[in-house]
């Protein structure tokens, strides 16, 4: 039986040790396996022939050291264990002495509290027996001395409200007047306190006039002008009326905060001024509304009424946001950097998210709670995304602007500043490459909408921007043929310069078409890139090419007409001055010839100074010239010429439509006179000359202009009344010399 005892307290006491200690019952049924060394079936030898067994040397070596390790960890951890539980003992023991020291200290402390108590018992009832005579007296001149307290407050009411106003503590004065005069109204029928009830009023009066007063006056902050409608409404004024007002006053004030940020200085920064535009209506707009929900809303019973003092507040919110919506989007587009616009719209975003549910990352805190309605959410959602996209929009708008003017600056650079050592086509290839780089630098800024930002709150509108992107690049190339197409002028002869700068036009054209057309197309290809957009937004390469192509096709052949114009005036003038009746004997070419050929040379330097790399065109040979053999072509030249078929953007084809029209008008004004021997060997002379020099010039046209030149000759013996021709060995005599001459210069 004491065995028995024993062991169970063994077992109470191992118990307790284990919760003080926190350990915890393994769970898991002890391991049967001899070769187990923490079971308890553990056998030594076996597990020890066993390693024999199965390891050899180095990891029996490499076991005895992990066991060796082990047995130490263990050791010193039965070590620490047993120097934790004598410090614990030790602790328990000092323990134990303090508590019996303590307890035979308390029961002499608790007989002291008790005769104290009996002490403070006895005072106290001796303390009621002499003060219970007197205590009804007391309590009854209490209650004189606050009724007379309360009269004299009733009667210094009036002077209590009027300091009070003179101090400007009008809440503590309607707090004063609310108190005396429900007192002032009850007893009323006593003429002293009608008196006192009249004075208050007409002082109440005034308050009403000064508070009414700062609520229309908008210099005073929506905290001040909250307090006074707040104070009315406590004196029982009208509140349709009030709140009208409210909003009126309020409408005003915010009106001038944005007023004032309306028209910036030229030196401000934009984005500071909307931070500080954003900052000033934002928090006192939505102050206002906050006031006006806990003033108005909140306290309005009927429903009705209600209703339409909300109607009255969101019409207020609509109309002062339409004004900011102008303002910042008038401020935002002012920054001449699109980085800075980007800035400045995450801004405008950031601010605005704030106020209706966007499902969007973006900056807390930097507003104020207010819970508008959710009508007025939606109208700041959807005008937020409209003011975003039309600010984009815009932007756009301005950089296609400014690149139209660059390229027209460009252009009339390119055609009017004459440059010492530089060919017409260095010229414009210079000026190619200044618009391409120009359109390069454009559509990088439009890269900017299309990189990730915080909130990607432009990522919406992406896609339409791009749409606008590829509208606003056709309309650039339509601007620019315009550009181009205004000077075709028809009304005069262009002198040299002027016809340099056609030909620049026309060079450069061709260059924007091979070179400007694939970098506007690559770049647009990038931005769809970034976009990350599936629609098949695409320029047409092909529509550009022939629109290019169409416009210096159309402005060669204004160059070929007015040069062909102007050789054949001075073909005209050289034929009608003359009396081709009565010539003298020809002696060479005439001047009016050699000053045709002169011009005919200056606008093939210029021809060649714009198409350096010339096509050449097929030579077509012809027959030696002999007028009686063109007899069988004249039904050649019975049919109009076709002078722009085919259009080929060469120096030989230039030059060979220019004197084709030249050759046909001289055929035209000889028909028109009548000549004599003379006139028609001058005339000889003149074709001859004119025909060596111009084949020459352009060979691949030998046998178009000798057709020509024949024709020419005939017209002009059909036209002799004496069509006697002198001889070819003559004809070349007379000419040697200037020929010899103007072949050189070729």
Not at 28 to 40: A, H, L, T, Y
Request: proline residues 2%; glycine residues 4%.
């Amino acid at each position: 039986m004491a065995e028995g005892e024993a062991g169970r307290r063994r077992l109470k006491n191992r118990d307790r040790l284990k919760e003080f200690y926190g350990i915890q019952e393994d769970t898991k049924q002890p391991s049967q396996e001899p070769g187990d060394i923490d079971g308890s079936a553990f056998d030594s030898k076996a597990y020890f022939e066993n390693l024999l067994e199965t390891k050899n040397l180095k990891q029996l070596i490499d076991n005895d050291n992990k066991m060796f390790s082990e047995i130490k960890q263990l050791d010193s951890a039965m070590k620490r264990l047993v120097y934790d539980n004598y410090n614990k003992f030790i602790s328990a023991t000092e323990t134990i002495r303090t508590m019996k020291t303590n307890v035979e200290n308390m029961e002499d402390e608790m007989n002291r509290l008790s005769e104290n108590m009996e002490k403070i018992s006895s005072s106290s009832d001796q303390l009621n027996t002499t003060l219970s005579e007197r205590r009804a007296k007391i309590e009854q001149l209490s209650s004189i001395h606050r009724l007379l307290q309360k009269l004299q407050f009733l009667t210094q009411l009036p002077s209590r409200l009027r300091k009070g106003i003179d101090l400007e503590a009008y809440s503590q004065t309607v707090k004063y007047y609310k108190t005396g005069s429900s007192i002032l109204r009850r007893y009323s029928n006593l003429p002293s306190f009608q008196t006192i009830l009249n004075e208050c009023d007409a002082v109440i009066v005034d308050l009403k006039k000064i508070l009414y007063s700062r609520i229309g006056d908008s210099k005073y902050s929506v905290t001040i002008v909250s307090e006074s409608v707040n104070l009315l409404l406590e004196l029982e004024e009208n509140s349709i009326k009030l709140r009208n007002q409210y909003l009126s006053s309020r409408k005003v004030a915010l009106e001038q905060t944005l007023n004032a940020y309306a028209k910036p200085s030229a030196n401000s920064d934009s984005n500071t001024t909307l931070m500080k535009l954003n900052e000033a209506f934002m928090f006192n707009f939505l102050e206002t509304y906050r006031n006006y929900d806990a003033l108005f809303l909140e306290k309005e019973a009927n429903a009705k009424d209600k209703e339409s003092a909300i109607d009255i507040l969101e019409s207020f919110t609509r109309e002062l946001f339409i004004m900011y919506f102008n303002i910042t989007r008038s401020t935002m587009l002012q920054c001449k950097d699109t980085a800075d616009l980007i800035t400045g719209m995450q801004t405008f975003h950031s601010y605005l998210s704030q106020l209706y549910p966007s499902g969007h990352s973006r900056a807390e805190g930097m507003l104020p709670t207010v819970p508008l309605s959710k009508s007025i959410q939606h109208f700041l959602q959807d005008n937020t995304a409209e003011q975003i996209n039309g600010i984009a929009s815009d932007r756009l708008e301005q950089l296609f602007t400014s690149l139209q003017s660059s390229v027209r600056a460009l252009i009339n650079t390119a055609i009017t500043e004459t440059v010492e050592g530089k060919t017409l086509y260095v010229r414009a290839k210079e000026t190619a490459e200044a618009i391409s780089e120009t359109i390069r630098t454009t559509l990088g800024e439009m890269r900017l909408f299309f990189a990730p930002s915080d909130g990607d709150f432009l990522s919406r509108h992406t896609s339409s921007m791009l749409a606008k992107i590829h509208v606003k690049i056709q309309q650039f190339f339509l601007y620019l043929t315009m550009v181009i197409a205004e000077y075709q002028r028809e009304d005069q002869i262009p002198d040299t310069q002027e016809f340099g700068g056609l030909l620049i036009l026309v060079r450069l054209l061709l260059l924007m078409d091979s070179q400007v057309i694939p970098t506007v197309s690559k770049s647009l290809d990038m931005l769809k890139q970034l976009a990350s957009d599936d629609n098949e937004f695409t320029i047409s390469e092909n529509e550009l090419h022939n629109r290019l192509k169409k416009t210096a096709e159309s402005l060669i052949q204004h160059c070929v007409k007015l040069c062909s114009t102007k050789l054949s005036l001075m073909i005209w003038k050289g034929i009608d001055t003359a009396n081709w009746l009565k010539t003298k004997e020809a002696k060479g070419p005439r001047s009016g010839v050699e000053l045709v050929l002169d011009e005919i040379a200056s606008m093939t330097k210029f021809i060649s100074s714009a198409f350096e790399s010339d096509k050449l065109l097929p030579t077509a040979r012809g027959t030696p010239h002999n007028p009686r053999r063109a007899e069988s072509q004249r039904a050649l030249f019975d049919k109009k010429i076709q002078i722009y078929e085919n259009v080929d953007f060469s120096k030989s084809w230039i030059l060979t439509q220019i004197i084709k029209i030249s050759i046909k008008a001289f055929l035209e004004y000889n028909r028109l006179k009548t000549f004599g021997r003379n006139g028609l060997q001058q005339m000889q002379v003149d074709i001859y000359f004119m025909r060596k020099v111009l084949c020459s010039l352009v060979e691949p046209a030998q046998g178009l202009f000798n057709s020509l030149f024949d024709e020419v000759m005939l017209a002009t013996m059909e036209r002799c009344v004496d069509p006697i021709l002198m001889e070819e060995s003559v004809i070349v005599t007379l000419c040697d010399i200037k020929l010899k001459k103007r072949l050189g210069e070729i």
